[in-house]
């Protein structure tokens, strides 16, 4: 089993940036593709971005594309979601994910979950 904490959310003005942070225990995350999902009051969980087990390759949602980058540490079984140039519509609660292997955007391809961080971007 693979236990994800996440951590790193906060309130931010619109433009700033966060860090968000994925801790991986249980076992080693170095051969799991891994993901970020979000989900604003009222609406479904979405695909933020996802990497490979070693970054080689990552995948973003549109809306973020050139904003947020996911990176890893496998050393540190950690992931984390560098978020620049944040804009309201980023408020939401943010979720890491794991899966076996092979890269994914639906949700439904991650066995493990977080149990999320806040975000919230003011104008």
């Known amino acids: 089993q693979v236990q994800l904490v996440e951590s790193g959310g906060g309130a931010v003005q619109a433009g700033g940036s966060l860090r968000l942070s994925c801790a991986a225990s249980g076992r080693s995350i170095s051969n799991y593709p891994m993901g970020w999902f979000r989900q604003a009051p009222g609406k479904e969980r979405e695909f933020v971005a996802a990497?490979?087990?070693?970054?080689?390759?990552?995948d973003y949602t549109e809306s973020v594309k050139g904003r947020f980058t996911i990176s890893r540490d496998n050393p540190k079984n950690t992931v984390y979601l560098q978020m620049s140039s944040l804009k309201p519509e980023d408020t939401a609660v943010y979720y890491c994910?794991?899966?076996?292997?092979?890269?994914?955007?639906?949700?439904?391809?991650?066995?493990?979950w977080g149990q999320g961080t806040q975000v919230t971007v003011s104008s």
């Open positions: 994910a794991a899966k076996s292997w092979g890269l994914a955007t639906y949700r439904g391809a991650y066995n493990y």
């Open positions: 990497a490979s087990w070693n970054s080689g390759i990552t």
